[in-house]
Each structure stands twice: as structure tokens, then as C-alpha cells.
């Protein structure tokens, strides 16, 4: 079992930078693939990016291509999202994601999920 929990949300204005972070519980966190996806008010969750068990790895989904970074550390088992130039489309609650086996965007291929951060970037 893995507990997932977020910090660093808040509140941003357009063309600002925040970093999320996400600690993880449990000895095995350095062997699952991690993920950031998000929700925005009124609709679906949707992938953000995601990085290898070793961090060697990584894809995002084309909205933030260039603009976030993730990545990890896993003396600290504790991943991470980079998030600079924020737009308002970016508004939403945040959520990580523990995948035991599997690499990529698919939610279904994630196993543990946090609770969520909201970040909210004014314009």
C-alpha cells in the first residue's frame, strides 16, 4: 500500500511559476512509474505527465510541453511537478499517482492516488 499526499498548491498569477510535490509512503516508491494529472471545474481528469521508476523517463501531455517539468527523488520518496508560464487553463486540483507496473497516461494503469492540491492561476 501506497498514501499519496500533495503539497504546494495555491494561488498564481498568470505567467508565475509553482512547484508541486508529492510524498510518498512505503519502502517501494522507487519501483513505481509516477504521475500529476488534474481536474478542472466541470470536467474529466486528465493527464499531466508522468515519470519512470528511475526518472530516466519522462512524458507530458502537449498543454504543458515546455512549460512543466516532473521529476523525482527517491532517497525522499517524493516526486515532483515544475510548473513555470502558468495560464489560467492550468487552474484545477492536482492530483499524484503511483503506478506498480505500468508506464504512461492511461489513469486506469495507476493503482494509488492523493487526495489532490488546488492551484488556481489568475488572470
Known amino acids: 500500500q501506497v498514501q499519496l499526499v500533495e503539497s504546494g498548491g495555491g494561488l498564481v498569477q498568470a505567467g508565475g511559476s509553482l512547484r508541486l510535490s508529492c510524498a510518498a509512503s512505503g519502502r517501494t516508491f522507487s519501483s513505481y512509474t509516477m504521475g500529476w494529472f488534474r481536474q478542472a471545474p466541470g470536467k474529466e481528469r486528465e493527464f499531466v505527465a508522468a515519470v519512470s521508476w528511475s526518472g530516466s523517463s519522462t512524458i507530458y501531455a502537449d498543454s504543458v510541453k515546455g512549460r512543466f517539468t516532473i521529476s523525482r527523488d527517491n532517497a525522499k520518496n517524493t516526486v515532483y511537478l515544475q510548473m513555470n508560464s502558468l495560464k489560467s487553463e492550468d487552474t484545477g486540483v492536482y492530483y499524484c499517482?503511483?503506478?506498480?507496473?505500468?508506464?504512461?497516461?492511461?489513469?486506469?494503469?495507476?493503482?494509488?492516488w492523493g487526495q489532490g492540491t488546488q492551484v488556481t492561476v489568475s488572470s
Open positions: 499517482a503511483a503506478s506498480r507496473s505500468n508506464f504512461g497516461k492511461l489513469e486506469r494503469i495507476y493503482d494509488y
